[in-house]
């Protein structure tokens, strides 16, 4: 069965930074594109950062250039490093991978920025 589970998470002060990790079993990874969302409470899952099997990325326009999206097949991990953080990054940040279709998700890690 697919499992996601991420970690990472915490509070930071504004302009901080902090590497989120999401661990997958239950899939071969290195096939797999992989995604990062965010949401907050109230408001619509979004997302963040996309990278394909090849390596290839994608941003949202409000993180590029603070975050960055990698993948370590051989750890069958997929890392979110977020820099200069802003107060409107405050959110719980999931991992998400499609497969036959269906949408797989984590749990979750909250990330709290402060002022």
């Known amino acids: 069965q697919v499992q996601l589970v991420e970690s990472g998470g915490g509070l930071v002060q504004a302009g901080g930074s902090l590497r989120l990790s999401c661990a997958a079993s239950?899939?071969?990874?290195?096939?797999?594109?992989m995604k990062w969302y965010r949401q907050v409470p109230g408001s619509e899952r979004e997302l963040v950062a996309a990278i394909t099997s090849g390596g290839s990325t994608n941003y949202a326009d409000s993180v590029k250039g603070r975050f960055t999206i990698s993948r370590e097949n051989a750890k069958n991990t997929v890392y979110l490093q977020m820099n200069r953080l802003k107060l409107e990054d405050t959110a719980v940040y999931y991992c998400?991978?499609?497969?036959?279709?269906?949408?797989?998700w984590g749990k979750g890690t909250l990330v709290t920025v402060s002022s």
């Open positions: 998400n991978t499609l497969l036959y279709l269906r949408n797989y």
């Open positions: 239950g899939i071969i990874f290195s096939d797999r594109a």
